[in-house]
């Protein structure tokens, strides 16, 4: 034994390949096709031309294809102008501008988040309304009670006006005390009588 160290070197792992949907999305956004969609045949080249260790043959073409289904299917891409040309949506630019390349959207997803979102916004609207009205409406009945309030109190010190005046005028009006026209008549008839005698 010479007592050297067996010298091991570490296998360097090839290139890690973004996931083929991503490839596609770059090859239909480097790819001028004024909306018509961009071919299979396009498509498969742009990848080839830009990415190492990528499989050939019916492996590469069977990987290809499962991403142009995966993507229909998840509404990332659409047909363009023939059944063989495709193009991005608006859901796949959103999956491409995803950091993490694992990340996918689907469009029925999407729609069940939108009208979840739609459907707690309505509610949080509609409780925003019924709050609002119950608001008014306390607002309005205590406007009602107050204006009540003053109502009788107006009420109240009108009686107690009206009433003093009342007991005020009842004072002033004194019985006046009504001399007898029949005593006077009675007493000038002995004055006379008196005056005759003598």
């Known amino acids: 034994m010479s007592g050297k160290a067996k010298r091991t070197t570490k296998a360097v792992s090839p290139s890690k ?4 949907i991503r490839m596609v999305f770059e090859a239909i956004s480097a790819t001028h096709h004024a909306g018509k969609g961009v071919s299979r045949q396009k498509i498969a080249a742009y990848i080839k031309a830009n990415w190492d260790n990528i499989a050939e043959g019916a492996h590469f073409n069977a990987a290809l294809r499962h991403a142009l289904k995966d993507g229909i299917d998840r509404g990332v891409l659409v047909q363009g102008e023939t059944i063989q040309r495709w193009k991005i949506t608006d859901l796949g630019r959103k999956e491409r501008g995803e950091q993490k390349l694992s990340k996918k959207y689907d469009i029925d ?15 949080a609207a509609d409780k925003k309304k019924k709050e609002a009205a119950a608001s008014k409406a306390k607002k309005k009945k205590e406007s009602a009670s107050s204006s009540k309030k003053k109502k009788e109190s107006k009420s109240s010190s009108s009686a107690k006006r009206a009433s003093k005046k009342t007991t005020a005028s009842a004072r002033s009006k004194k019985p006046v005390k009504k001399v007898s026209t029949q005593k006077a008549t009675r007493k000038s008839p002995r004055k006379t009588a008196r005056k005759t005698r003598s």
Not at 17 to 20: D, E, G, L, W
Not at 109 to 123: D, G, I, W
């Open 17 to 20: 390949n973004p996931p083929y």
């Open 109 to 123: 997803e999407e729609e069940k988040k939108e009208k979840k979102a739609k459907a707690a916004k309505k509610k």
